[in-house]
């Protein structure tokens, strides 16, 4: 883990402008920034980045978040990797806490493969276009295959000399430590002989999702019927073939954008479509799809169209992996390229244009199709279509979101017409998949969680008078009104001697906070006001470690207003400062209030520049109204008890009334909109 002085360090360097201005052509609107968004097509420009609060939002899709969360989302990378690139943009050493030997031995040797991956991956590149064999027969076969050399140089591809130790001799030379390289693959042992693996080949290197080169691909170009067709990096710390997508790195932004990702087999699709122009694709490498390759997709779209030849041996390659698709929640396409193309020779014949209009037209439903082939395989074999019921009601059972409820009932309708058996009895195989798949999660599922379940039954069976006050509603609005108060001008002063936020926590130290998400946030503030106020300020939240709490804070300081210059003049920490604009302001406001005179109320409302003082006393005031009505509600229903004190009961109830009524009264005079 990376140490907190480390972060500290960080979040003290970064500014918002410099990051998301690598990414998004910015202009300044008034106080803010405003560009188009990275996370969706439009024309518009509604992406906002406020510099102040370090925070932006995007009012055409509603993403939003700080500088660290936007890293995060447009670079897919994990809390971790988004700190460490930043700390790489900044000139910051990162320190890390302590890890056992094994670990820190893991972490050297990957970085260490990724350094000598990147030496390789430069010396194969220079051998392509600087030397006279890589140029005749490297590149030949490169612009042979109709790539330009912009596109070659975008997925750095390379040639690996026919000499039998070139890259080994230089390699070497440049002091590269022989196990290591012997790990990367680059290099084989034999007869105690250190010899390229990939001499005489064409080079794909294979790169990650933040760009570093993990492997290499090596396609071999003379005809030799005992040398594969294709070389790759033997697995090691960095190269997991179960978890790698060729293309992921060049393909992501285009394929959140898209909100579809295109499948392919192999590497030369995905440069073909990239130089058509066709860039949210990426290559399976032309074996089955694993869990972990399906979750990378996921982390971009939901939406998965498989591109494939159209014969025999791709269509059995595409319906591999259906149900890890089905169920990680994938909705799966599958487009089979005609007479006998694959994507590449494809999209050269056609153009981009003509291939998309294909793709877009063509789509398969990937269960109805896999459900057509399989019937034409079974034949008249009743054994083998009773199976074939089974799957196909098994597969369908996955899809049970409650929002893909009418996609489920499709699909069981579409398949029974298609299987010729009983649509009910089709129906109720399904149900009977689903209901084993609830069983066994009921059975995991913990005490806490039913709890929870039946605590959120019980409250919302339970209500109050809506036409005094809508708690569903109101409650919420006014907790997160203060919540939001707290994290601008919590540690503001309210008073020579007590600042706003302790100010707030005196007068609703009792009051329960129903919205679990904002009692999480004050009780963050309520321990950092006790032992470390000097942090109390919006970016501490903004950047808080705990997600729930930073995506909170971003969405409450996300308002159309900005501090005035009035407020920042007054409300500063200068040796004047005599009495807080706080009890200055509510003291005017009461004074008109007295006096009764409207025309002053409503020149005051009009010229009234920061009304901030207003909304903490009108959301405190609400949060003590709704404890006095729960009180009401629980005196009268001590009052049906047959044993209550009827005289006590009374008192109370006209005690609590007249509460209730002094609130209603202050509520009705604070509240200026």
């Known amino acids: 883990m990376i140490t907190q002085n480390t972060i500290q360090e960080i979040l003290s360097r970064i500014n918002i402008l410099d990051v998301v201005g690598e990414f998004v052509k910015l202009k300044k609107r008034g106080a803010n ?28 899709c509603g993403k939003s978040g700080n500088t660290i969360s936007f890293v995060m ?118 007869n105690g002989q250190l010899l390229d693996n990939y001499r005489g080949r064409v080079i794909f290197p294979i790169h990650n999702h933040s760009g570093k080169v993990m492997g290499f691909g090596a396609r071999i170009l003379k005809t030799n019927d005992k040398a594969p067709k294709y070389i790759n990096t033997p697995e090691n710390e960095i190269y997991v ?65 498989i591109v494939y030849d159209g014969d025999k041996a791709g269509v059995k390659a595409a319906l591999r992996g259906l149900d890890l698709a089905l169920e990680e929640g994938l909705n799966v396409k599958l487009v089979l390229i005609p007479d006998n193309e694959d994507p590449d020779s494809y999209v050269n014949k056609v153009g981009a244009a003509a291939f998309t209009e294909f793709v877009q037209k063509n789509k398969k439903d990937f ?25 196909i009601a098994e597969s369908i059972s996955r899809i049970n979101k409650a929002e893909d409820f009418t996609k489920q009932q499709d699909y069981i309708k579409q398949s029974a017409d298609i299987l010729k058996v009983d649509e009910a009895g089709l129906h109720a195989l399904v149900n009977k998949y689903i209901r084993d798949k609830v069983t066994a999660q009921e059975r995991k599922q913990s005490f806490e969680t039913v709890d929870k379940k039946t605590n959120t039954q019980t409250a919302e069976t339970s209500n109050f008078e809506d036409a ?33 936020a302790e100010y707030v926590f005196n007068e609703i130290d009792d009051v329960d906070i129903d919205d679990a998400e904002v009692s ?37 300081l996300n308002h159309p207003y900005e501090e005035s210059e009035r407020w920042r003049k007054e409300m500063g920490s200068g040796e004047g400062f005599q009495k807080s604009l706080f009890q200055k302001q509510y003291g005017d406001f009461l004074q008109i209030i007295a006096a009764g005179n409207e ?16 909304k903490v006393i009108s959301a405190i005031n609400y949060l003590k109204l709704k404890k006095v009505k729960r009180m009401i509600l629980d005196n009268q229903k001590d009052a049906e008890d047959f044993n209550a004190n009827y005289q006590q009961n009374i008192f109370v109830q006209n005690y609590l009334k007249g509460l209730e009524r002094n609130i209603t009264n202050e509520l009705g005079s604070v509240i200026v909109q």
């Open 241 to 305: 073939k179960s978890k790698i997508l060729y293309g992921s790195y060049f393909a992501r932004t285009a394929i959140d954008k898209a909100d579809e990702c295109l499948l392919v087999e192999g590497y030369t699709d995905v440069v073909s479509l990239h130089q058509a122009g066709i860039e949210n694709v990426v290559a399976s490498g032309g074996t089955s799809l694993t869990v972990d390759q399906l979750r990378l997709i996921k982390k971009y779209t939901d939406h998965l169209t």
């Open 520 to 556: 999480k946030l004050l009780h963050e503030i309520k321990v950092l006001l006790k032992h470390n106020p000097q942090n109390l300020n919006d970016k501490f939240f903004v950047y808080h470690q705990d997600k729930d709490i930073s995506s909170l804070a971003v969405s409450l």
């Open 73 to 190: 989302e447009h670079e897919k990378y994990s809390y971790v990797e988004a700190l460490k690139w930043l700390a790489n943009k900044y000139g910051i050493e990162v320190e890390e806490t302590y890890v056992s030997d094994e670990q820190r031995e893991h972490i050297q040797t990957a970085d260490s493969l990724f350094i000598i991956n990147n030496f390789a991956e430069q010396f194969f590149t220079d051998q392509l276009f600087n030397t006279d064999e890589g140029r005749e027969i490297g590149l030949s076969y490169f612009k042979e295959r109709g790539f330009r050399e912009g596109i070659i140089g975008k997925f750095k591809l390379g040639y690996s000399p026919e000499r039998r130790d070139a890259f080994t001799t230089e390699a070497l030379l440049k002091q590269y430590n022989k196990e290591l390289l012997l790990k990367t693959g680059l290099i084989v042992e034999r």
């Open 33 to 60: 920034y405003l560009g188009l968004c990275p996370f969706h097509n439009e024309k518009t420009p509604s992406f906002t980045v406020s510099p102040s609060k370090e925070i932006y939002k995007c009012f055409g």
């Open 599 to 614: 025309s002053d109320l409503i020149q005051y409302k009009q010229s009234a520049e920061d009304r901030t003082p207003l």
């Open 367 to 391: 269960i109805l199709f896999q459900l057509e082939i399989s019937l034409k395989d079974a034949g008249d074999d009743p054994v083998k279509k009773s199976e074939l019921v089974n799957k």
């Open 468 to 500: 005094t006050f809508d708690l569903i509603f109101q409650d919420k609005l006014q907790e997160r009104e203060l919540a939001r108060i707290l994290l601008e001008f919590g540690n503001h002063n309210w008073s020579e001697n007590e600042l706003v």
